[in-house]
């Protein structure tokens, strides 16, 4: 059944925050690669230094959250694309921390939050990155 936001074309800007634009280059990596993939682990290992780990596990965590309890197929682009799919700007508003309308508006399912709270915590991990490293943008 096809719905109406099943469109591949990146109708959004990629994130204007250098740490979003780092939280979504990584989901796009494990959601397509898998829970293993290495070049998500250097990203995170760059970014993060000695505490890659954390954020490797909150990303492989809200990947699989995602993929257990949506009701529907979720649209992302290739990683390294110029913009956003209408699913990856939902995505990244309930990483930022948005409730559970954005939560059933991408999954289908507002009554199983699993994913929206990993999701705020990768939001947090990724905003003490920010602070960390000293990104301004």
Request: net charge positive.
């Amino acid at each position: 059944m096809a719905y109406p936001n099943d469109s591949t074309t990146l109708e959004l800007p990629l994130p204007a925050r250098r740490h979003s634009t780092l939280g979504l280059v990584l989901v796009r990596r494990v959601a397509a690669h898998g829970l293993s993939d290495a070049r998500a682990a250097m990203l995170a290992l760059d970014a993060a230094g000695p505490n890659f780990r954390k954020l490797l596990v909150l990303v492989r965590a809200l990947v699989v959250d995602l993929a257990r309890t949506s009701r529907r197929k979720i649209v992302l682009a290739p990683c390294c694309a110029a913009g956003m799919t209408r699913d990856e700007g939902l995505l990244m508003a309930m990483i930022a921390g948005e409730g559970l309308a954005v939560h059933a508006v991408l999954t289908d399912d507002a009554n199983c939050p699993a994913a929206m709270t990993t999701a705020h915590a990768l939001g947090e991990e990724l905003q003490r990155i920010a602070i960390r490293n000293d990104w301004r943008r």
